[in-house]
């Protein structure tokens, strides 16, 4: 490793390590310095007044309309019981019961003084729900009636509050526009189609996030113009811990810019080759396939054909657990419509693909197959290590060849994959009509709590090690350079601007609070005093 690595190294990890207060520029306060309200104006009068999406998805939306519940005496026992029915979805399966039901008696019970009479006709159902199937939904007619009654008067009196104003300030502060300079930059993590793939910090926060850059000009020369908006219109419309997230989309002179989650643990085709022999355990085979399966069944769920599933785009966080990444070849489809297209890495592509057929959410559960295969064998299916077949051969293996099985494979691994990897996509594991739920419910899962799973509540087998960089030296990555003699004109800059739409709420909302940012600003009062009381 030459000396220049070394340094761009140190200086990721150092500033990974001081995330939170030591990752802000000291000028922070001043970046993130609430607008006055009477700049509000224009937003107030055009934001959606919708109860879910100002009171429930979105984060900082979500504290403050908490903050001014709990301002009114009367809707005291509501918040009781809103934060009960979080803390009960937190619970493992054998605390459920319990908890479930001391939260019946505080809130669902006439004589309790904590009683919740809007709520208060679900004491049977909930008692019967705790009592057969602690681990499904139990309170969740319960929930939404308590939804029902916040979004009337409660929401009208919020929107008079001054909470809601100062939700609109920080909504003012999410639309600020994004530059360059809202980030420092730190090492080149790798190489795209299309540009770079940096390690930025954002100053104001001290929040670390990958940057992918796609290079105008190497977008226009290969007409990458729908592919890239198409990824980034994907990516902001999901919100799943096992898909990356799009925190701001901007554009420089040079480049579009996409800043996502950081994943600093390397990507899962690193793990299984560069780490002693090639392979996992089974163990983390296990985990990481069944977190695959959860974001599948996500990007499934918004009706998103991912399409590009290989070891390579399985990416590894500091705490071990996986996102997809890479969404460049994602499609929507419309309602039960197929799609036909031969894209992929050949490699990993289902027969249907290959054969030009009309094909569904069933090429990302044979990409599932090739996966679990690979973790467990420390090869992909249909080729040795080492063995480049030609196009024709590997495209006859898919379609005709049967994969081998060594003693690797335990009965259950072999019969997911066989599964997995069934040629009929009508016939394949995951194809059926439960939307993927069949494969969670394997055998191979037995030992895995998908409910728990869901919630980023399990733990991984395996965490990165902090003071390691898992990514090729910056030596090793070759340099991408700007195309010359390539001209920018004004329907470019049409693209551009559909690209250019900054902070996506949710993400940029997360990034406010984790950082601490949130509770060191969100201060009311004369001078920024903030009552024990309004502590959250
Ligand atoms: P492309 O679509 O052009 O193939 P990718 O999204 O695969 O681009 O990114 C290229 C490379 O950049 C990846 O192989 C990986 O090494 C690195 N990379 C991409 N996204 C991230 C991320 N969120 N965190 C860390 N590294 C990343
Ligand atoms: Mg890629
Ligand atoms: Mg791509």
Same mark, same amino acid.
């Given at each position: 490793?030459?000396?220049?690595?070394?340094?761009?190294?140190?200086?990721?990890?150092?500033?990974?390590?001081?995330?939170?207060?030591?990752?802000?520029?000291?000028?922070?306060?001043?970046?993130?310095?609430?607008?006055?309200?009477?700049?509000?104006?224009?937003?107030?009068?055009?934001?959606?007044?919708?109860?879910?999406?100002?009171?429930?998805?979105?984060?900082i939306g979500k504290k403050l309309f908490q903050l001014f519940c709990r301002s009114q005496p009367e809707l005291q026992n509501h918040m009781s019981l809103q934060d009960a029915l979080d803390a009960f979805e937190t619970k493992?399966?054998?605390?459920?019961?319990?908890?479930?039901?001391?939260?019946?008696?505080?809130?669902?019970?006439?004589?309790?003084?904590?009683?919740? %009479?809007? @709520? /208060?006709?679900? =004491? *049977?159902?909930?008692?019967?729900?705790?009592?057969?199937?602690?681990?499904?939904?139990?309170?969740?007619?319960?929930?939404?009636?308590?939804?029902?009654?916040?979004?009337?008067?409660?929401?009208?009196?919020?929107?008079?509050?001054?909470?809601?104003?100062?939700?609109?300030?920080?909504?003012?502060?999410?639309?600020?526009?994004?530059?360059?300079?809202?980030?420092?930059?730190?090492?080149?993590?790798?190489?795209?189609?299309?540009?770079?793939?940096?390690?930025?910090?954002?100053?104001?926060?001290?929040?670390?996030?990958?940057?992918?850059?796609?290079?105008?000009?190497?977008?226009?020369?290969?007409?990458?113009? %729908?592919? @890239? /908006?198409?990824? =980034? *219109?994907?990516?902001e419309s999901l919100d799943s811990r096992f898909v990356v997230n799009l925190a701001y989309a901007y554009e420089t002179k040079q480049a579009l810019c996409m800043v996502l989650t950081m994943m600093s643990g390397g990507d899962l085709r690193f793990h299984i080759y560069n780490i002693g022999k090639p392979g996992l355990d089974t163990e983390r085979v296990c985990f990481y396939a069944a977190e695959v399966c959860c974001g599948l069944i996500h990007l499934h769920q918004k009706s998103i054909l991912y399409r590009d599933l290989k070891p390579e785009n399985i990416l590894l966080d500091d705490k071990g657990h996986i996102r997809i990444s890479d969404l460049g070849l994602a499609v929507r489809l419309s309602e039960g419509k197929l799609v036909r297209g031969r894209v992929g890495t050949l490699g990993y592509m289902a027969p249907e693909v290959i054969g030009h057929e009309r094909y569904g959410m069933s090429a990302d559960w044979w990409g599932l197959g090739c996966l679990v295969y690979e973790m467990t064998a420390g090869q992909p299916p249909f080729r040795a290590r080492g063995e480049h077949p030609k196009t024709s051969e590997m495209e006859r293996r898919i379609q005709m060849g049967q994969e081998e099985y060594s003693d690797k494979f335990s009965m259950v691994a072999k019969d997911l994959c066989s599964l997995l990897l069934t040629k009929d996509p009508k016939r394949r594991l995951g194809c059926q009509d439960s939307k993927g739920r069949e494969v969670q419910a394997h055998p191979f899962f037995q030992k895995i709590n998908f409910r728990m799973l869901e919630l980023g509540l399990v733990k991984p087998p395996f965490k990165p090690d902090p003071r390691q960089v898992y990514c090729s030296d910056v030596h090793d990555i070759d340099e991408f350079s700007t195309l010359k003699g390539v001209t920018l004109n004004q329907s470019d800059n049409e693209f551009y601007s559909k690209f250019n739409t900054g902070s996506v709420p949710i993400t940029w909302q997360n990034e406010i609070i984790e950082t601490g940012c949130f509770k060191e600003l969100n201060l009311f009062g004369p001078e920024g005093s903030r009552s024990p009381d309004l502590d959250c």
């Open positions: 490793m030459e000396i220049e690595d070394m340094v761009a190294n140190s200086a990721l990890i150092k500033a990974r390590e001081g995330v939170g207060s030591n990752g802000r520029s000291w000028k922070w306060r001043e970046m993130l310095r609430f607008p006055h309200i009477s700049q509000c104006n224009d937003l107030a009068t055009t934001i959606e007044r919708d109860y879910y999406s100002l009171c429930v998805r979105q984060p493992s399966d054998e605390e459920r019961r319990d908890f479930g039901m001391s939260i019946v008696q505080r809130f669902l019970m006439t004589q309790s003084i904590q009683c919740v %009479s809007i @709520a /208060l006709k679900h =004491k *049977q159902s909930c008692t019967q729900n705790l009592d057969q199937d602690p681990c499904g939904d139990v309170f969740r007619d319960c929930r939404e009636d308590l939804h029902k009654y916040l979004s009337g008067e409660p929401f009208i009196q919020y929107q008079k509050s001054m909470f809601f104003d100062r939700f609109l300030q920080w909504k003012q502060l999410e639309r600020k526009p994004i530059t360059k300079q809202t980030f420092r930059k730190y090492r080149l993590l790798g190489k795209g189609g299309f540009g770079e793939v940096w390690a930025y910090q954002v100053r104001a926060t001290g929040m670390m996030y990958a940057c992918k850059k796609l290079e105008k000009t190497h977008v226009k020369t290969r007409k990458g113009e %729908s592919m @890239a /908006l198409n990824e =980034k *219109q994907i990516l």
